[in-house]
């Protein structure tokens, strides 16, 4: 893939990085992995393309919706549903 990990860096490069959202409905807390995600529900990258997967999917911990998790978004960020925002609207940073 290209990318080489340098040591003891937590949050660099990294070979590969998959992250589980979520997994049935279930809640799961081990050592090294939590499921769902910690903090997908904060994150409008992570919500945004669930909304066009699945927005009815509710979220174990929060009994919410996708969307309804989407809504209550503090810094929903500039990620929008594809086809759903003109291009040229959005400002170049």
């Known amino acids: ?3 080489i990990r ?4 937590h949050w660099g490069q990294r070979t590969i990085d998959i992250d589980i959202l979520t997994y049935d409905n279930q ?11 910690p903090l997908m529900h904060l994150r409008a990258f ?9 927005a ?3 979220h174990p ?3 919410k919706t996708i ?17 759903t925002i ?3 609207d959005i400002k170049n940073n």
């Open 67 to 83: 969307s309804e998790l989407h809504d209550e978004l503090e810094n929903p960020e500039e990620v929008f549903l594809y086809g």
């Open 46 to 54: 992570v919500l945004v393309p669930m909304l066009e997967v699945k």
């Open 86 to 88: 003109n291009p040229d």
């Open 27 to 37: 809640i799961i807390k081990k050592d090294n992995i939590t499921i769902p995600h």
């Open 1 to 3: 893939m290209g990318r």
């Open 6 to 9: 340098k040591e003891n860096e």
């Open 61 to 63: 911990v929060f009994n």
């Open 56 to 58: 009815d999917l509710v």
